[in-house]
């Protein structure tokens, strides 16, 4: 009997074709891979049709989904060319790391009060970064790069190398502090699965691990290590688990997601597998070229040319056998894109990152919820894709609607695959526009849904009831109540309305009820293409809680804006105006009247920050409660020299905000204005200068155009009675009624 160790890197194309002729001239009868054995009956799907990598083993706690791990692999991974080439020989292939039965159960809690050393804890995860640096090298990747992934030439040396530099590594860490332990544990389990496949009558035992663990795996035959390793794994705790396939990204694979064993560049390294070392520089400075001439930049045969050039020789200074990832991103910074560092985002992006997604065969295993993601996804030509793209739904188009009430039950669900931008024109609108961008772990979150129903409907209608019955903000219920309309879920509606209810009537803050109000407003007026507005019953009892929270809201206003900070106070401005919104969205004459005599007690006090007063005073004008000479003495009293010119400033921020047409169509404001600028000391003009300047930025330009004119004293605009012809005017009414139907 004989074991053979081959220690990798996890995802390294260099390593794993090393390890592929490793294997072919070996011919091992048993391979075992580091990895978790609950998935152990899922490996013979590395070699279904419908596989392709990247993808990810998904073991989680079956009682408790969201408690997970997930395993990924590239078409690179040594682990997987191990499986695949252990399922075409026909011979056994298990995973032998510890069980994530046992790595998911709590822990004993003595554990979490062991610390290990921070060299020491940096040193265990990232073992090959330690040696880049003792070699020169920013960081282990590009070390392992250059010695492993871009070398000519492979062979078996490359193990015994990295087992030697491995060994000599652990020499200098003891097993210390809770990774230590953990390791530990593992390496026991390891051992002993390298036992039993030893007397299950195996003679050429092909164990590939990650090179950290090589040293450790060596002695698993020594006298003695049985007893000892049995003692490591006694008594573990252990939960129920079950495990899948799932799609993964090549973002992920880069970004990690928490898994250690992430790559930088897991697109490159896709092309250095496939090339097989055919001009690997070629192949990646031409789809450069192709990608910069999509995105309509030049990029012209002969500057590819010259780019792989400038590669090869670029390599050759370094002593390199062939190009490496930065000469080819050197060579294309300084021939392609002629020193313009800007496209080399979009370089990155696509073809060092990447944007592949994996997929997965309909034989894998799937919970109910997936697998109704996965038939309503195909029914509906919604392909789950990696990477950001639009989507623009007509929801009078019977697939569109179907899309879209998909993706609002997925958030619901906790999974955010399409994102809503919001129109203009609020819910009146048969449009809505969305940007998908699946990401892989939200097969966890597929997972956990299954727990709470058999489709995407049930399983959203239960999360409705959950969170219904756990209750929270008035403005949270407001916001649910529409993605349930949007969701069409009816029958989980009315515990949602039944809680909002509650909850309005219970509530104290003020600030809260403001918040929910725009969104209840929307729904009461314009309700959901999917189940209509204030004419449903849905409706009805919308408009009713609208209608008890106004008062209360008109009530507490004046006392809840005392005492506010400017942060606050900001926030209390742009509440002001959303309720001024909702409550005209309604058209309840009873309503408006009530708000209206709580913004003319607001604007009354003088204690209340500026922003505040200024805001409840520019609505009360919009409103034609107040008129513009009034609106005018406010303004004077507001910027009078008894006033701070801090609280002043706020007083016109609070006014003028998003708008300054006011200063135009009344002729009483500006001056005032202008005249209390003028008169500010130079200390006192530096002081209010940015609160100035941040109100005037947010008026559109043709305002700020035409309030530089009036100041000025250029041409007159909209307000101004200054050469205004009457006859001029009367020679166009008889067009105006021909086009709006007007009798003559």
Known sequence: MAVHLFGIRHHGPGCARSLQMALDTLAPDCVLIEGPPDADALIPLVAEAGMAPPVALLVYQADEPRRAAFYPFAVFSPEWVAMRHAVAAGVPVRFMDLPQSMQLAPQAADDSAISAPPIEAELRQDPLGELARAAGFADGERWWDELVESRASRGDDVFEAVAEAMAALREALPSTGPDGMREAVREAHMRTAIRVAAKAGHIRIAIVCGAWHVP??????????????????????????????????????????????????????????HARDAGVAAQWMTRTARLLRDADLDASPASVIEAVRLADMLAGLRGRARPGLDDLQEACLGTLLFANPAPMALIHRKLVIGERLGTVPEGAPQTPVQADLAAQARRLRLPLQAGSRPLELDLRNETDLGRSRLLHRLLLLDVPWGARQRRRGGRGTFREEWVLNWQPEHAVALVAASRMGATVEDAAAAQVARLAAAGGSVAALSALVGTVWDADLPAASGAVLRALADGAALATDVFDLMDALPPLAELARYGSVRQGGAGTAGGETVLEIVAGIVPRVAA????????????????????????????????????QAEWTAALARLADRDEVHGRVVGRATRLLLDLRQITGEQAGGRL?????????????????????????????????????????????????????????RRTLATFAAPERRMIGERIRGGPARAGGADGFDEARAARVLPVLRLLLGAPA
């Open 556 to 591: 507490e206003l004046a006392p809840a804006c005392l005492s506010l900070d400017d942060e606050a106070a900001g926030k209390a401005q742009a509440r002001l105006g959303a309720v001024q919104q909702a409550v005209a969205l309604l058209e309840q004459p009873a309503l």
């Open 636 to 692: 004077g009293l507001a910027l009078s020299h008894a006033v701070a010119p801090s609280a002043a400033a706020a007083w016109i921020e609070g006014f003028l905000a998003n708008s300054g047409a006011v200063l135009l169509h009344d002729a009483a404001l500006l001056p005032i204005l202008d005249a209390w600028l003028g008169g500010l000391t130079e200390e006192r003009f530096v002081e209010v200068l940015p609160l100035v």
């Open 216 to 273: 450790a795996l060596q002695c698993h035959d020594a006298r003695g290590q049985a007893t000892q390793d049995a003692a490591i794994l006694k008594g573990l705790p252990r939960v129920r688990t079950e495990a899948t396939w799932a799609p993964w990204s090549y973002e992920r694979l880069a970004a990690s997601s928490g898994y250690r064993a992430g790559v930088l560049s897991p697109e490159w390294y896709d092309l250095v597998w």
